[in-house]
C-alpha cells in the first residue's frame, strides 16, 4: 500500500527492517535513519556537555549521523540484539573519531591527565590499594582543593579515555560490542567482548557505592555529570571528581589485568 505521496507505508519498524533486510528498499533505509535522529542528537548533546562545549554541534551531529547510518547498513535484527544499543556505540565512536581529528584538548590538559594518572597508578602499586586523596595530593605535591580541582579539569578527558575503551577496536581485540547485531560477528568476536565486559563489571564492583552510581548513571543511563548532580543532590563539580576518581580507578585496574586503556 502507498500513502498520498506515493511511498510504501510499513506498520511498523519491524517491517522497515524486514523491507532493507530482504530487498534493499532505499525507502526503508531512509525511514530507519529518519527515525533514529534523535539518538544522534541525544548522544552529542551528552558528550558535548561533558567533553567538549566548544566543539561545533554541527560538526559533532554529521559525524555521529554516518554512525548512525552506518549501524543501519551492518545491523542485523535477526540476532536479536536492541538496535538504539547497538548503533549508540556507533554513534558514539563516531563522535569521538571526529573529536580526535579536532584535538580538542588542549596539551596542557593532557599532560595534567597523565600525571594523575601515572601519580595514581604508582600509589595504588605501592600501597596495594587504592590512594585516598589526600595520599594522592601529597604525591603531586597539591593541597587537597587543588587536587579537587584538577579532577575537575581533566574529568572530561577522563570520559573520553573510558569512552573509547568502551567504543574501539585495538590490536585484534573488540573491546565493545562494535560486531553486535552485523552478520560478520564470530565467535571470536563475541568471546573478547563477553571478557572485557567481565573484567569491567568486577572493576566497577571495587568502586564505592557513590562511583558506582556515577558511572552507571553516565555510562549506562546516558544523563549528563549536570544531571547525574541532580539525582545524587550534589554539585555538578563535586560529580566531576566522583567520576575523575571512579575512572582513574577503573583504568588502573584494567591496566592490572593487561588491557589497554590509552592512547598515549
Request: glycine share 6%.
Amino acid at each position: 500500500m502507498r500513502n498520498s505521496l506515493g511511498y510504501k507505508a510499513y506498520a511498523s519498524k519491524r517491517d522497515l527492517w524486514q523491507a532493507y533486510m530482504e530487498g534493499g528498499d532505499p525507502q526503508a533505509r531512509e525511514e530507519l535513519i529518519l527515525a533514529h535522529l534523535p539518538l544522534v542528537k541525544a548522544t552529542v548533546r551528552r558528550m558535548v556537555t561533558s567533553l567538549a562545549s566548544h566543539a561545533e554541534l554541527d560538526d559533532l551531529e554529521s559525524a555521529g549521523l554516518f554512525g548512525l547510518i552506518d549501524a543501519v547498513e551492518k545491523f542485523n535484527p535477526s540476532m536479536g540484539k536492541e538496535f538504539a544499543v547497538y548503533a549508540s556505540f556507533r554513534i558514539r565512536g563516531a563522535i569521538l573519531d571526529e573529536l580526535r581529528a579536532l584535538d580538542w584538548v588542549p596539551r596542557s590538559l593532557r599532560d595534567k591527565s597523565r600525571q594523575l594518572e601515572f601519580a595514581y597508578s604508582e600509589l595504588e602499586q605501592r600501597l596495594g590499594r587504592s590512594p585516598t586523596d589526600e595520599e594522592l595530593a601529597e604525591s603531586l605535591k597539591l593541597t587537597l582543593p587543588k587536587l579537587h580541582t584538577l579532577m575537575g579539569e581533566v574529568s572530561g578527558l577522563l570520559c573520553l579515555s573510558l569512552e573509547e575503551l568502551l567504543t574501539s577496536e585495538e590490536e585484534n581485540l573488540y573491546i565493545a560490542p562494535i560486531s553486535e547485531g552485523s552478520t560478520s560477528e564470530s565467535p571470536l568476536d563475541s568471546t573478547a567482548w563477553e571478557e572485557l565486559r567481565d573484567l569491567l563489571a568486577t572493576a566497577i564492583e571495587l568502586l564505592t557505592e557513590q562511583e558506582r552510581i556515577v558511572i552507571s548513571l553516565y555510562y549506562f543511563e546516558e544523563l549528563t555529570l549536570k544531571e547525574i548532580g541532580q539525582v545524587l543532590s550534589i554539585s555538578e563539580s563535586r560529580v566531576c571528581q566522583v567520576h575523575a576518581r571512579a575512572i582513574l580507578r577503573l583504568r588502573a585496574t584494567l591496566q592490572q589485568r593487561g588491557i589497554a586503556t590509552s592512547r598515549g
